[in-house]
C-alpha cells in the first residue's frame, strides 16, 4: 500500500501562485514510478495536469498549464510538488496526487494505482 498525503490547497485571487505539496509513503518503488496531480472541476472530467516519469526523470505539464505550472520531486523526502503560478479562476478545482510503481511512464489514459484525499484550490477573479 502507498499513502498520499496532499498540503498547500487554498483560496488566491487571480493571478496569485500556490504550492501544492505531496508526501508519499508506505511500499515504494523509488527506482520506477511515475507520479501526477490531477484535478477534478465541479461537472468536469478528472484532467491531469502535471505528471512525473522516471524514464529519463522527466516531467509533462498539459497544455492549459503549461508555462503556468511546474512539477517537482523531492527524491529526499518522497515528496511530489506542483507549483502553481498565474493563477485563473478556471483552475479552481480539487487537486489530487496520484502514484504508479514499477512503471518509468504513465500514458495519458493510465489509471494511477493510488490516490490522495485531495486538496481544494479556489481562485477568485
Known amino acids: 500500500q502507498v499513502q498520499l498525503v496532499e498540503s498547500g490547497g487554498g483560496s488566491v485571487q487571480a493571478g496569485g501562485s500556490l504550492r501544492l505539496s505531496c508526501v508519499a509513503s508506505?511500499?515504494?518503488?523509488?527506482?520506477?514510478?511515475?507520479m501526477g496531480w490531477l484535478r477534478q472541476a465541479p461537472g468536469k472530467e478528472r484532467e491531469r495536469v502535471a505528471t512525473?516519469?522516471?524514464?529519463?526523470?522527466?516531467?509533462d505539464i498539459a497544455d492549459s498549464v503549461k508555462g503556468r505550472f511546474t512539477i517537482s520531486l523531492d527524491y529526499a523526502k518522497n515528496t511530489l510538488h506542483l507549483q502553481m503560478n498565474s493563477l485563473k479562476p478556471e483552475d479552481t478545482a480539487i487537486y489530487y496526487c496520484?502514484?504508479?510503481?514499477?512503471?518509468?511512464?504513465?500514458?495519458?489514459?493510465?489509471?494511477?494505482?493510488?490516490y490522495g484525499q485531495g486538496t481544494q484550490v479556489t481562485v477568485s477573479s
Open positions: 512525473f516519469y522516471t524514464r529519463g526523470t522527466t516531467t
Open positions: 508506505g511500499y515504494l518503488i523509488n527506482s520506477r514510478f511515475c
Open positions: 496520484a502514484y504508479s510503481g514499477g512503471v518509468d511512464w504513465c500514458s495519458a489514459g493510465h489509471r494511477f494505482s493510488f
